[in-house]
């Protein structure tokens, strides 16, 4: 097989890679974080994560999805309207078992999926080894929550992330509670 556009795909293979990813972004309907892409994408296994790395920056160089920063810092990734055109005359290549798993997919865990997109948290470490949580709502592009907590270890900070995850609103009011104790 000839490597003429990608790490381990020919060029209508990356093609169909990216008319995937349109039809993906597509069938959520709204801006998607790119881990959260990352994950749909792959979740089948049937793109390797370099394919799909190249097609979307193909696709945002093109113009066929936008790649915006959320008021965080973050990737988040729409379809265009040109991406929209593109997927209609081009969603044929897109095998009926294959579509029909993805849109299955989607349908079943779009609440899931709006819900990890608007309420998320992670963990990172600084060059110390101090562990941090930053948790964050956000409604489209801004946040509006975003707090980073200092945290003990690991799993503290995986503990964190569960709760925030869980009950976003409820810890948030705690939290708030908290800091505006006049007494």
Request: aromatic share 8%; with cysteine.
């Amino acid at each position: 097989m000839a490597n003429t556009g990608g790490m381990f795909e020919d060029g209508s293979q990356m093609t169909a890679d990216s008319v995937l990813i349109l039809y993906v972004i597509d069938l959520v309907g709204g801006p998607l974080q790119d881990d959260m892409l990352t994950e749909l994408i792959m979740g089948p296994g049937l793109v390797n994560y370099f394919t799909m790395c190249q097609c979307l920056s193909g696709l945002a160089r093109g113009g066929y999805v936008s790649r915006k920063l959320d008021s965080m810092g973050k990737a988040m990734y729409d379809i265009t309207v040109s991406g929209s055109e593109a997927l209609a005359s081009m969603k044929y290549m897109i095998s009926g078992g294959l579509g029909a798993a993805y849109e299955s997919y989607i349908r079943n865990h779009k609440d899931d999926i709006k819900k990890r997109t608007r309420i998320g948290a992670n963990w990172t470490r600084d060059a110390k080894g101090n562990y941090f949580v930053h948790c964050f709502v956000r409604e489209g592009l801004n946040a509006d929550i975003d707090i980073t907590v200092p945290a003990a270890d690991r799993e503290d900070a995986e503990t964190i992330i569960l709760n925030w995850k869980n009950n976003a609103a409820g810890k948030y009011v705690e939290i708030l509670k908290v800091l505006l104790d006049r007494s």
